[in-house]
């Protein structure tokens, strides 16, 4: 069971969109519309930003989106603002019922 | 709303045991999935598994099988994991968070993380 695959670090000036990808296989990512996504800020615990691809829970700002192609889920923020730099990761239900998450995406506002 | 308390920081040798604990002060305990996530120093988050306080039953994640033991006490809403003799490479913080009723529903609330350090 591999972890999902994700870009090490993007970056983006504020106002910008940005996109961030999950790349799994058909056993987790393209198999399931259990994709979630996890923001985390240094030294606090992770918070749900996005569940079932592209559901967002209670008082997560609409700039924040996810959608899913075959074997790749995507997070994308708009509006970039300050507050938005953080580590971000994706994860997975996967075929043997666990979940498996993506390596984090370290995201710099420029 | 749900909080999940988590024991304090450890500090412990290489071989000791230990049990960290995770408290949920919610009413849904026992219809909840509990995960424990761990996150070893500068790196990124890791699914361990998961148990159902309603009847202990656990999934963990084969990199964890017989690495660690989930066990939960429904009567005082606590959930633990365990380990039986420490590594240094055990090194880390660990989370316990929700599923929510199914097992594939998303971590919608964590625990503030137990610090765990095994150094001689």
């Known amino acids: 069971q591999s972890a999902l695959t994700q870009p090490a670090s993007v970056s983006g000036s504020p106002g910008q969109s940005i996109t961030i990808s999950c790349t799994g296989t058909?056993?987790?990512?393209?198999?399931?519309?259990?994709v979630s996504w996890y923001q985390q800020h240094p030294g606090k615990a992770p918070k749900l930003m996005i569940f079932?691809?592209?559901k967002r829970p209670s008082g997560v700002s609409n700039r924040f989106s996810g959608s899913k192609s075959g074997n790749t889920a995507s997070l994308t923020i708009s509006g970039l603002q300050a507050e938005d730099e953080a580590e971000y990761y994706c994860?997975?239900?996967?075929?043997?019922?666990?979940?498996?998450f993506g390596g984090g995406t370290k995201l710099t506002v420029l | 709303e749900v909080q999940l308390v988590q024991s304090g920081a450890e500090v412990k040798k290489p071989g000791d045991s230990l049990k960290i604990s995770c408290k949920d002060s919610?009413?849904?305990?026992?219809?909840?999935?509990i995960a424990w996530v761990r996150q070893m120093p500068g790196k990124g988050l890791e699914w361990m598994g998961i148990?159902?306080?309603?009847?202990?039953?656990?999934r963990y994640s084969p990199s964890f099988q017989g690495q660690v033991t989930f066990s939960a006490d429904k009567s005082i809403r606590t959930a633990y994991l365990q380990w039986s003799s420490l590594k240094a490479s055990d090194t880390a913080m660990y989370y316990c968070?929700?599923?929510?009723?199914?097992?594939?529903?998303?971590?919608?609330?964590w625990g503030q993380g137990t610090l765990v350090t095994v150094s001689s």
């Open positions: 968070a929700r599923h929510g009723r199914s097992s594939w529903e998303p971590l919608d609330y």
């Open positions: 919610g009413y849904r305990f026992t219809n909840s999935w």
């Open positions: 148990i159902y306080p309603g009847d202990s039953e656990t």
């Open positions: 058909s056993s987790d990512v393209g198999g399931y519309n259990y």
């Open positions: 079932d691809v592209g």
């Open positions: 994860t997975s239900y996967t075929s043997i019922a666990t979940w498996v």
